[in-house]
């Protein structure tokens, strides 16, 4: 008999009796709801799996007021997935037992391949050669535009161009002054620690001209915008596949090389030089501020001996630097920005690949420049 005012929280409860026949009994009363069996699931499961084992155990769940999918699969799994022979249920639970006799059985664990690491392999190397033809492909594209723009100067998209050069050059200068001044404050600090040990004071501006002019300007400037500049270029372009402006430009006839990538392509090209030279300026001024007050070296003795201690060939090759790895940046942000599909799941993972790709690309290129032009600007 079923209790009527039975509480809904409380849990179902399993008493083994013995039937008028002998036969062994187990009784089942209470909820077997998931909300009602909470913390128990575990220690019921393995009861339950206990009892199964028993093939003459009559299973009496009549006395179960409440009864969900969640219960109706533990003593389904309990069962081995098939009802015993002895089992007395209500109608509601009988259609309940009915569907999870109809469900379908789940695939087999599919086993690990051996090879799983060769399969790893290849698959990112196909990835990385997928990236490498389309970067070929969209130069190519590019290459394509800036002919039948040099025939047809009037179509040269100068206002994209210049907004470009607002976004990646002049709103970049107050994050790549902070961060140049601090390394430059940071750099000099611990140099000049190190140089006061010698007597080597006038080195200072030796160790801080060539390392901040020669590498540490365009290093700092480049991984600040790829951040920046780059992970905005790559998320304009997935909104707009988001939005589907996309594919708007295309029924409009309206080439995307040609008015969204070549314009940041130019403009970054042409920005990031500049933004080396104020960052490498800005970092010289930090360094210069703590050798004036840590080893007493004058602003202008640090400005006049500074043109004899790094040659100009130092500075040259840090703005060609700055400008390949501008270039570069703008061309992997939109190359990710246009892989993005639809949805916003894809938006941020190609915005995080893009910023990533972009930072070890620059560094790769920072490495080749330093071995190809070893010989240029040291004495």
Known sequence: MIPENQNNNSSMVLRRVTGDSGTPRLMLSGNCTMTALGRRLHALSAELVAYAADPELQWDLTGIAQMDDAGAVLLWRAWGSRRPPNLLLRPEQERLFDRMKEAPVPPAPIPRDMLWPVAVLGKAVFLLWEHLTGLVILIGQMLLDVKY???????????????????????????????????GVVLSF?????????????????????????????????????????????????????????????????????????????ALGIAMPLVVLWTSAVALLGGMVVAEIQLGLSYQFFLNKLPDVVPVANLWLGLGKGAVCGMVIALISCHFGLRIKSNTESLGEGTTNSVVTAITVVIIIDAIFAIVFSNVGLR
Do not use: C
């Not at 590498?215 to 920046?228: D, K, Q, S």
């Not at 029924?251 to 040609?258: A, K, N, T």
């Open 149 to 183: 723009l040099v025939g047809h100067p009037a179509y040269i998209p100068w206002r994209e161009i210049s907004a470009n050069l607002y976004r990646t050059g002049a709103q970049a200068l107050g994050i790549t002054a902070l961060v140049g001044f601090l390394i």
């Open 190 to 266: 611990l140099s000049s620690r190190q140089l006061q040990m010698f007597g080597a004071d006038i080195f200072i501006i030796n160790i801080l001209g060539v390392s901040i002019i020669r590498e540490l300007g365009p290093m700092l400037a480049a991984i600040l915008v790829a951040g920046r500049s780059g992970s905005s270029m790559t998320a304009q372009l997935g909104v707009m596949r988001v939005t589907e402006e996309l594919d708007a430009l295309t029924v409009m006839g309206i080439p995307h090389s040609q008015r969204l990538i070549l314009p940041k392509v130019i």
